[in-house]
């Protein structure tokens, strides 16, 4: 009886342990400072890894990033560990196996345990420039905030409520790439050679001309070239900024659905969700 | 006796005051009149920074640009010295310190207040070079502008109108560019360490590339980093071009319903959706 | 009587060549050659002015260029001039004094004398440049085919209806201009005295940056300028791509009012204008 | 009666055959995977025209190259062959003379002309240059996509749902490169007479500009042509968007109505407007 009281208490604790992890619930004060304390936490580590870069700031407080990132690693570590551990108080994972395997593949978890895993591969990987490489995946302990950010979610939303449109625009963005790219290796490859050498280097005039960015690096000089150029740049740009407005108007829409509630049915008067 | 009618008369002074330096009521002439004064006056004082800038305009005309200044000061602190000295006749502001102080603290009023403040400051300060920034302080004056402009007090309304999807727009930005920072500075930071030292100044790149403004000044030479930069310019721009989309939306509304409240059927006089 | 009747010819005559000049009603095959015979010398016109100032092909055809312009000034001023003489025949224009006096200060009729008057001012002028001038305004032949041309009187209706919303964007666009021309002077005087030597040249950058058209003439170097840069860069992008949102909506709207026919009132069935 | 059985197989074999080359209804296996096969073919032709342009890879792997090009070749020709042959079996080509012709003219049987005859062609050819530009037509081969890719049909339907909105902005595009042109030119001619020559030279200005990628190559210096390069920029820009804004709509448009026909009412079962 003690025994399965102990076992009570101990799936008592880990469901408390879940519950502060997890995003907080209104009214739990401690998961909510528990929260608090880990996008802080996030947040300086994005800090320290910008400030970091710039070498007389690393030179200076070497130190105190060095332990800072320690105790950064040991949270989230523990945070991860946490997490694993306590998962099977939720129905989804409750088998302590094939339940924790389960929660361990969720892409949040990925991404958590991505969010340490340089730091120990660090210690293992003999080659500097791999060491340093670790070092700036750090940055992407920024995706931790996903689990936090209402405006993440919703761009994920809006761009899977328009995923047709976007892979259509896709393909046909692909598709203009490579034309554009040919034609102009055609016109400027001889006049251009070091510019133009072939189509994949071509891909990378015709990428910055399409979005309308226009370094400056790479642009036709030959009369074919331009004329191509200007014929590519008229017709193209408006296909590289249709996801602009597809993702824009889903944007507006999905703001405006989760604003104003449910649309009525004008026949029955009832809300279609 | 006597008294009580002085404090009538002087209250009805106030008011009087009030209502001249406050936006024009309709058929009020005396108060258009000085509207359109103090507009006039805040352009001209807009045309002189700009023109007081160049250096042969501003060597030949200094003594005209000086008291134009000095009028133009004079004009501005009677107006602000009679708004805080006759904001009492409002019921809001009737208390003479706590009404008043209120009314300092108001946004408008903070404007006027800094609109003459550099000048009586520049006779303070000892550094030639505060002087020089705190003259170029004028050009704020622009912002007394806001009283009058309709077209602000929109645009204003239709900010406030989209505030939660520009928010979110403005977060998701920020996350781009500090990953695309991050990326560029991995992949570009050994082939140009001039152009890409560190993550803050990567940023650079990241926002003249992500507005696709594109000077020039920066772009990437490594195949892996015009691989990054092509894959950011085509994910990100359309980011960036979001808040356009939500403000030009918002914008296109509010005019709307300023217009034509509800469409009304010439027919039967009955309203339309 | 015969005096009548040849008063009557004499203005049945009047009518028909203003039919003939005017554009073509359905059936009118007479007026309908006449308006293509026009168009296509305003076309050959355009390309004659395109392609005269090709030095090579303006050498080696010079008289060609020169009889096929007197025989164009020829053709347009007689145009010119039977509009005007047969002007009196339309009710609106019936007194041949003053009818006339406002038949020619019609827009389109200004236009008319403008593409003839600068052949006849080049024989007046003494000064060579002067005449290079005038031979270059004959590219503004092209707005005679605003006479013909749906497009350009749609286009015309789009930018009549959202009037409103388009000049509080330019006043928008003004300010922000301002300012910005105004912060990159104080942020980038000192380090680029050649670039950024008062306001009024600073325009030009802003200009430049917040179309995101980016030559890469001119741009920030200094820390601050380049913060300043990326702030009005974010944000001022949005409100120069306004307008385009704004036409482009209203472009959309007009046509789709053009091509369905006119809505009906829900509650009566009849249609609203 | 043999040769009527014969005459009815082969007519048999035909339908059989056109069915295999035409895109697979459901539950054609045969069909689906020659479908697979080829467009598997195009999209490698499309890789090995782009791979092929690089010269090391070209050097390398030239037998390589070689023999997948006539193994392409021999299979399109296959296809094009079988197609024009089994056509007939189609009630709408069911003459053998005239329906076969009236297939072969139809675009996608061009396409799959165009997409083979280049290789026959460089035989017949002695000149090195024209061979060299009939390789790189390979690319070309890409457009028999078209046959298979309902993005592509959907993209042709966006745009000829706009037909007219997209004709009447492309006049005015034009109109706008040359009167853009021709002022610069005027502006720009005597400061920059290398990079504004004539007025052809400085349209490659204008859409550079206009659709504002600016790479910098050319730009105005005058004070006279910095401010009609600043005016052209504010106004035009709108006007090379509109296509963008008018394609996007209709895109939209045009997928909706694809996705949800009506909308029902889950409660009463009744369609929504």
Not at 17 to 44: C, M, N, Q, R
Not at 244 to 264: C, D, L, P, Q, Y
Request: hydrophobic letters at 50%; glycine letters at 8%; charged letters at 20%.
């Amino acid at each position: 009886m003690a025994g399965a009281e102990e076992v009570q208490s101990k799936s008592g604790v880990k469901m408390r342990v879940w519950e502060i992890l997890d995003v907080a619930k209104p009214g739990d004060t401690l998961s909510k400072a528990f929260d608090i304390f880990i996008l802080s936490l996030i947040f300086l580590n994005v800090v320290a890894v910008i400030l970091g870069s710039v070498k007389e700031i690393e030179d200076r407080f070497a130190p105190g990033f060095y332990w800072f990132e320690v105790f950064s690693v040991v949270v989230f570590s523990i945070e991860y560990l946490g997490r694993v551990w306590s998962c099977v108080s939720r129905k989804e994972y409750s088998n302590p196996v094939t339940g924790r395997l389960s929660f361990i593949s969720k892409p949040l978890s990925v991404i958590d345990l991505l969010a340490v895993l340089p730091f120990y591969l660090s210690f293992v990987g003999a080659d500097l420039r791999f060491i340093r490489a670790l070092r700036l995946f750090r940055i992407f302990r920024i995706a931790k905030l996903g689990r936090y950010s209402a405006s993440v979610r919703l761009l994920g939303r809006v761009i899977k409520n328009k995923k047709e449109e976007l892979v259509i625009t896709v393909m046909v963005m692909v598709l203009l790439v490579v034309l554009a790219s040919s034609f102009m290796y055609m016109a400027e490859n001889e006049a251009q050679p070091d510019k133009f050498p072939d189509i994949p280097t071509a891909m990378w005039w015709s990428i910055v001309t399409l979005t309308t960015v226009g370094y400056g690096d790479v642009f036709p000089v030959t009369m074919l070239g331009k004329f191509f150029a200007g014929l590519i740049a008229i017709l193209g740009i408006g296909m590289f900024a249709l996801p602009t407005g597809i993702i824009g108007a889903s944007f507006v829409e999905e703001i405006h659905r989760h604003k104003s509630g449910n649309m009525v049915c004008p026949h029955c008067g009832k809300e279609i969700g």
